[in-house]
């Protein structure tokens, strides 16, 4: 194997946040967007918890998680002090913090929220007055900082911004309005609108073992 590999899925928010990862660290390598309807057999092989986003490094060794995949191009980046700028020492334990907020309290009543129909319907507003909540706490901070911790962006930013543009979404399509304050709103702007978000979202076709590879970003 002659290039790394990242298994994907375009609208997932851990893989959209471990394809910006790669996009500020400035690498490139070959992108196989999963099916997850339909996985192909290659890539239940080499993954435990059969969920995107998985890097299948050069030397056979399996990234399965989108932090650890984060952390990953962090340190394979040739940018100067790369890692130190995104997760800086003293703000490092706030910043693991709020990504754990994230990935488990906030994630947890978004997808009973969104996916209510999968869980139960009848708690759906329950829900999303929870999730709710986590907007605000974020929105009082960025009322201050421009910025989830600190001054200058880091990796809590990027992981957390896919999954409140998730929540914008479902919000949206459930004709819930007027539940972004202008903080929150502006900081989810920054990336939607940043010059690498086409890039990011590219549609990629679904991956199968027979047709011509492709790679992330697409040019």
């Keep these: 194997m002659t290039t790394d590999i990242l298994y994907s899925f375009r609208r997932c928010p851990y893989a959209i946040r471990a394809r910006w990862a790669l996009l500020i660290c400035e690498i490139r390598l070959e992108i196989r967007e999963i099916d997850l309807k339909n996985k192909p057999q290659e890539f239940i092989n080499i993954s435990t918890t059969k969920t995107v986003p998985i890097l299948l490094k050069k030397n056979n060794e399996v990234i399965e998680e989108s932090l650890d995949i984060i952390f990953w191009a962090l340190s394979e980046s040739e940018k100067n002090n790369i890692k130190n700028f995104y997760i800086p ?20 009543h978004l997808d009973r929220f969104k996916y209510s129909a999968r869980f139960e319907a009848s708690e759906e507003e329950f829900h999303f007055l929870e999730a709710a909540k986590f907007i605000k706490k974020w929105n009082k901070i960025l009322t201050n900082s421009r910025w989830l911790i600190g001054d200058t962006p880091s990796i809590a930013d990027w992981c957390i911004w896919p999954f409140v543009r998730q929540f914008k979404i479902a919000c949206e399509s459930k004709k819930k309005i007027s539940y972004f304050e202008e903080p929150i709103k502006k900081w989810l702007e920054y990336f939607e609108k940043h010059q690498n978000f086409k890039k990011l979202m590219y549609k990629y076709n679904p991956w199968e073992p027979s047709i011509k590879k492709d790679y992330f970003p697409f040019n």
């Design 89 to 108: 020492s003293n703000k490092e334990e706030k910043i693991f913090e709020i990504i754990s907020e994230n990935d488990n309290s906030f994630k947890y």
